[in-house]
């Protein structure tokens, strides 16, 4: 899903992340919030919708949570330097992707699930067959080994909390990561880079056996 993507790169693409905002944008405010002229901005924005990353009606360009993120994993693969593109990133750009890819496969979704007592929140659930995906985004540049095991623990917690408030429930704790090389594990959990989400989820029944899932006792 997010690989088709065949982006005719423009070094400012990175500064016009900042101008990628939900709901309607005009060339002129494009330009306007990235500081790019309105000649450039209008080339980079029909870029966009050329490889289906907003919709354009009238003369605005339409994006939606997600969109953001596809075109800056374009340019990670690209080779620009990450540094400066998840300066232009937030939280909910990174949920917004995650959860589309889960809908695009089928899962019923909910983002931000609170649960009380104590109070934990989980970024993005998915589920379908039975069986429910807890997903952490993690929306960091760089990843220490203790970072990561210490996301992954928090993660079991609130996995196992689901669980037991959740009737029937088998639940798969995930981190999904903006940028390394390849899936890895933790005490079983995959810590997955977004732009390897997709096919993630195409595999993830045939991999479960690998992965820690969590039932009631």
Same mark, same amino acid.
């Given at each position: 899903?997010?690989?088709?993507?065949?982006?005719?790169?423009?070094?400012?693409?990175?500064?016009?992340l900042q101008?990628?905002?939900?709901?309607?944008?005009?060339?002129?405010?494009?330009?306007?919030?990235?500081?790019?002229?309105?000649?450039?901005?209008?080339?980079?924005?029909?870029?966009?919708?050329?490889?289906?990353?907003?919709?354009?009606?009238?003369?605005?360009?339409?994006f939606e949570?997600?969109?953001?993120?596809?075109?800056?994993?374009?340019?990670?693969?690209?080779?620009?330097?990450?540094?400066?593109?998840?300066?232009?990133?937030?939280?909910? %750009?990174?949920?917004?992707?995650?959860?589309?890819?889960? @809908? /695009?496969?089928?899962? &019923? #979704?909910? +983002?931000?699930?609170?649960? !009380?007592?104590?109070?934990?929140?989980?970024?993005?659930?998915?589920?379908?067959?039975g069986v429910?995906?807890?997903? %952490?985004?993690?929306?960091?540049?760089?990843?220490?080994? @203790? /970072?990561?095991?210490? &996301? #992954?623990? +928090?993660?079991?917690?609130? !996995?196992?909390?689901?669980?037991?408030?959740?009737?029937?429930?088998?639940?798969?704790?995930?981190?999904?990561?903006?940028?390394?090389?390849?899936?890895?594990?933790?005490?079983?959990?995959?810590?997955?880079?977004?732009?390897?989400?997709?096919?993630?989820?195409?595999?993830?029944?045939?991999?479960?056996?690998?992965?820690?899932?969590?039932?009631?006792?």
């Amino acid at each position: 899903m997010i690989h088709e993507i065949q982006l005719k790169i423009n070094p400012k693409m990175i500064v016009g992340l900042q101008g990628i905002i939900p709901g309607g944008v005009s060339v002129k405010d494009f330009s306007v919030v990235s500081k790019i002229n309105e000649s450039e901005s209008k080339t980079i924005l029909d870029e966009f919708i050329k490889n289906q990353i907003g919709t354009k009606q009238d003369n605005f360009y339409y994006f939606e949570d997600g969109d953001k993120l596809k075109i800056a994993i374009s340019l990670l693969e690209k080779g620009f330097p990450i540094d400066d593109i998840s300066i232009a990133l937030d939280w909910k %750009d990174f949920e917004g992707l995650t959860a589309e890819i889960l @809908s /695009s496969k089928n899962f &019923a #979704v909910m +983002k931000n699930m609170i649960m !009380t007592k104590p109070r934990m929140e989980i970024d993005v659930v998915g589920i379908r067959l039975g069986v429910a995906i807890l997903i %952490d985004c993690k929306h960091w540049k760089r990843y220490s080994m @203790s /970072s990561l095991k210490s &996301a #992954v623990k +928090k993660q079991i917690e609130r !996995t196992k909390k689901y669980v037991a408030k959740t009737e029937g429930a088998i639940a798969v704790p995930v981190i999904v990561t903006l940028y390394q090389d390849k899936v890895d594990f933790i005490e079983n959990v995959p810590i997955v880079p977004i732009f390897q989400f997709s096919s993630f989820v195409d595999e993830f029944y045939g991999n479960i056996d690998q992965m820690r899932t969590i039932e009631k006792d």
